[in-house]
T-cell receptor, first 112, second 114 residues
Framework: KQEVTQIPAALSVPEGENLVLNCSFT??????LQWFRQDPGKGLTSLLL?????REQTSGRLNASLDKSSGRSTLYIAASQPGDSATYLC???????????FGQGTTLQVKP | DTEVTQTPKHLVMGMTNKKSLKCEQH?????MYWYKQKAKKPPELMFV???????INESVPSRFSPECPNSSLLNLHLHALQPEDSALYLC?????????????FGQGTRLTVV
């Protein structure tokens, strides 16, 4: 059974720091991996999608990497800003059932 | 347009009420999903529709009744809910049935059952 773990559960950093959020999964047979952002009480906003054949994706200050063999993905946020404060979810598509597998999330606070 | 639109944003209902949640997308996606999310937990899958047909029901109680009238619209009909059903209800869509595609989520409906 595929399991997704995100470490740390919470993170607080001063503005301007570069930071890394970690995601690990138990089964390397994945189709793709998405990183989402969720603000309190709001929906999920897709940040980056990495297909299983890709190693990384970049969008602005965000960079996500995927290493299927080790069962790991990282989300790198450069020059963090208070507006980056949110919960970040690592989500896998694994198996052809139409189901997404969610990590528990990392709640990030960026202090001005 | 990469939006999934959910209405209403907030809903308060009594345990004897009947209400409906609505979800709409105009991206031509053929798969649509309902998720339930409790505070500080990841979303949990409830229903999956593919080409307007129910594909997955995750053993959801019958007081939740999904409906997909057309390829752009997904409803969730609510009846005789319990206070523990209070949660954020999220709709999502994808081009085809997952896994080999990207999922897009709406902003959710915050439901409170009193």
């Amino acid at each position: 059974k595929q399991e997704v773990t995100q470490i740390p559960a919470a993170l607080s950093v001063p503005e301007g720091e570069n930071l890394v959020l970690n995601c690990s999964f138990t089964d390397s047979a994945i189709y793709n991996l998405q990183w989402f952002r969720q603000d309190p009480g709001k929906g999920l906003t897709s940040l980056l999608l990495i297909q299983s054949s890709q190693r990384e994706q970049t969008s602005g200050r965000l960079n996500a990497s995927l290493d299927k063999s080790s069962g790991r993905s990282t989300l790198y946020i450069a020059a963090s800003q208070p507006g980056d404060s949110a919960t970040y979810l690592c989500v896998l598509s694994s198996g052809n059932t139409g189901k997404l597998i969610f990590g528990q999330g990392t709640t990030l606070q960026v202090k001005p | 347009d990469t939006e999934v639109t959910q209405t209403p944003k907030h809903l308060v209902m009594g345990m004897t009420n009947k209400k409906s949640l609505k979800c709409e997308q105009h991206m031509g996606h053929r798969a649509m999903y309902w998720y339930k999310q409790k505070a500080k937990k990841p979303p949990e899958l409830m229903f999956v529709y593919s080409y307007e047909k129910l594909s997955i029901n995750e053993s959801v109680p019958s007081r939740f009744s999904p409906e997909c009238p057309n390829s752009s619209l997904l409803n969730l009909h609510l009846h005789a809910l319990q206070p523990e059903d209070s949660a954020l209800y999220l709709c999502a869509s994808s081009q085809e049935l997952l896994p080999n595609t990207e999922a897009f989520f709406g902003q959710g409906t915050r439901l409170t059952v009193v």
